[in-house]
């Protein structure tokens, strides 16, 4: 089983919410931060929330943050994404960085350990 399972993509119209799921397994997760990040067809990875491995520093992305919020709980992260826009279309990926600060978080891509498969989110006008 992979250490990074996303979960509750799906279709939706715009202005709807989904809250993404990360399920964490066989890792010590407590020494990784968690971050979601999208990929939208025919462009580029992007970063869009992480939360520090004491969940207590969050950072979303600035196009997303009065949208958007990342959670941790116990073995789970979570995504909640409102006020969807056709825009937020794409694969969304949980992914673990290990992190030697309980506050640390980041935004690079190439920071990261960990990677899921990814979560499809698509959005209707």
């Known amino acids: 089983q992979l250490p990074l399972v996303e979960s509750g993509g799906g279709l939706v119209q715009a202005g709807d919410s989904l809250r993404l799921s990360c399920t964490v397994s066989?890792?010590?997760?407590?020494?990784?931060?968690l971050a979601w990040f999208r990929q939208a067809p025919g462009k580029e990875r992007e970063f869009v929330a992480a939360?520090?491995?004491?969940?207590?520093r969050t950072l979303v992305a600035d196009s997303e943050k009065d949208r958007f919020s990342i959670s941790r709980n116990g073995n789970m992260v979570y995504l909640q994404t409102n006020s969807l826009k056709p825009e937020d279309t794409g694969v969304y990926y949980c992914?673990?960085?290990?992190?030697?600060?309980?506050?640390?978080?980041?935004?690079?891509?190439?920071?990261?350990?960990?990677w899921g498969h990814g979560t499809q989110v698509t959005v209707s006008s």
């Open positions: 992914a673990a960085a290990i992190q030697a600060s309980i506050v640390s978080v980041t935004t690079e891509i190439a920071d990261y350990d960990l």
């Open positions: 066989g890792i010590q997760i407590m020494i990784y931060s």
């Open positions: 939360v520090s491995r004491s969940g207590g």
